[in-house]
Nanobody, 118 residues
Framework: QVQLVESGGGLVQAGGSLRLSCAAS????????MAWFRQAPGKEREFVAG????????NYADFVKGRFTVSSDNAKNMVYLQMNSLKPEDTAVYSC???????????WGQGTQVTVSS
């Protein structure tokens, strides 16, 4: 089992920045990749950014490229999402997720609310 706890959400004005953190615990040695997802009210959950647990590669949804950066610190079992140039449409609950090798994302945090005001 892997437990995930997000933090760092809040209210920010458009154009501002936030840094989300995801603390992983449990059987983290089995984790293969991590990702951030988000879900806005009335919308389906969508992928935001992903990173190999080793930090060797990252990928992003087109709508955050150039604005968001995902990173990891394996020594601290942490994954981060630096969000810059935030827009009102980035308002959502952001959750981190973990996947084991050969498996889909099966471990999820409780999420943290990000609200961007115009």
């Amino acid at each position: 089992q892997v437990q995930l706890v997000e933090s760092g959400g809040g209210l920010v004005q458009a154009g501002g920045s936030l840094r989300l953190s995801c603390a992983a615990s449990g059987r983290t040695s089995n984790v293969y990749r991590m990702a951030w997802f988000r879900q806005a009210p009335g919308k389906e959950r969508e992928f935001v950014a992903g990173i190999m647990w080793s930090g060797s590669s990252t990928n992003y949804a087109d709508f955050v490229k150039g604005r968001f950066t995902v990173s990891s610190d394996n020594a601290k079992n942490m994954v981060y999402l630096q969000m810059n140039s935030l827009k009102p449409e980035d308002t959502a609950v952001y959750s981190c997720a973990a996947a084991l090798r050969g498996h889909p994302y099966m471990y999820w945090g409780q999420g943290t609310q990000v609200t961007v005001s115009s």
